[in-house]
């Protein structure tokens, strides 16, 4: 999760929809077959796949890359994937996976950009998306699309762009992404803005099926980009500099390691051939002679170099204590790979997290710490009584609304990170407390819309914690995720490179 400097102040949180709520309050249950509801994996990029680091020191002869229209475009940063994401992406586009899951990317970065990170991530395996969206479908004015604004990711757009009827009416093939092209993308809030068609180019596939709350998961490191639907975002920790740093470190150990290991092997074998030459040739020992030629002086200079070498490196081995250094990676993309492996058995992907289907065999932090016990009508938990709702109409639900440029402005300095943590919990002074009626403080919705709908919010003094958070949670879905990856024999390899 992370919290950035801005250069406009974030709006107020927005709303959940009535009908949307009332989705999410249903019973969690499970089907038979997952090919009968398909699901629907929207996949944030910075801070949730990978790492971009700042700009380097630039080439002499740097050439800047240009847009399809000639225009200059800022410099691409360098990318780091997330650990273990090549077995991510072979999880996500296994034939076996691909046969329930529709994959996409949302990213609130410029096309040239999002176009970047997908190559570095997915490579050719982005023609199997059903779209690649950047920051030109996210609804913004011309001048917030040049600024760090707080943007929002509304799943009703994807909702309703992505539906089969917008696939039939689209020209294209039936195996073409009809989301990734001017007919049927999200249009630009502004003309004067720039755009990219790149991003726009039709994909490998097209969903078969309407997606909705019952069907969406959005993994994304930003808890207020999902506000809109709460109940339908797996929050993760932001893969951050920090996080790199640890890996490559660790990466680093198990180099030194290896390297010390086939040292030691090399010692062994050059002390061998040693002894075998001087048992043939004793009056070979002893430093060199005068009579010796210049060749097999060099010789025995280089023996002495190369053998010092191979000491230096096994030296490192008594570091170790002779044992294999302990390395630890980021496993967080393999618990979501065990996250992956549970959703697609679920009937409903919003009430599943909101009933606390994240914290898997443990309870969620509702009823072990909350800050705010939520109560409904009568006096029953919001959970014991859960309305009925039409699915049909929350198909098609339209209360939210996307773009957050026009939603007042409150006056103040952009928050740290903790004061963020603080008001996604409700403890931050002059801002709305937000029950935590789920699996973590980030599916959260404000109490005003809870209290419009006629439920008793009271507030409790616990912290709560993310579910990645949790030790025991995180290692319980990395497990689940190491075993979806040997079902489908896909090493689990971390993949660090430098």
Known sequence: MRERSRSVTPPPPGTPSATYIALAEQAPSLIEDPTQLRKLLVLDLNGTLLHRSPNGPRARHYERPRDARGHLLPRLRPVHPRPYMSAFRSFLFAPQTRAWLDVMVWSSAQPHSVNDMVERCFGEDREKMIAVWARDTLGLTNEHYFQKVQTVKDLEKPWSVLSPRTAADAPSSPHSSTASTPHSSPEPSSSSRPSDDSIRQPLGTTSGQAHSALTTLLLDDSPRKAELQPFNHVCIGEY?????????????KEQDWIAAIEARRELEQFAAGSDTTDAHAPSSRGPPSPNDSPDDADVSKKRKRKEKKLQKRVSLLEQFGDAEPEVSYDETLLAVIGVLDEIKRQANVAAWIRSGGL????????SRSPNLSVVGKGGQSVEEDAPEVDEEAALHST????SVENSPHP???PRKREKKRQ??????????AAAV???DEDTAVPVSSLEEQGT???????EQKMWFEDPEVLSYWVARGRRALEELGIPAEHGIDR
């Open 240 to 252: 951050t500099g920090e996080q790199r740093a640890k890996d490559v470190e660790s990466l680093q």
């Open 456 to 462: 008793v919010v009271k507030q409790a003094d616990d």
């Open 359 to 366: 914290w898997g065999t443990h309870d969620p932090p509702a």
């Open 411 to 413: 006056n103040g300095n």
């Open 399 to 402: 209360d939210s609304d996307l």
């Open 423 to 432: 008001r996604m919990r409700g403890l931050s002074a002059g801002t709305e």
């Open 437 to 439: 009626v789920g699996n």
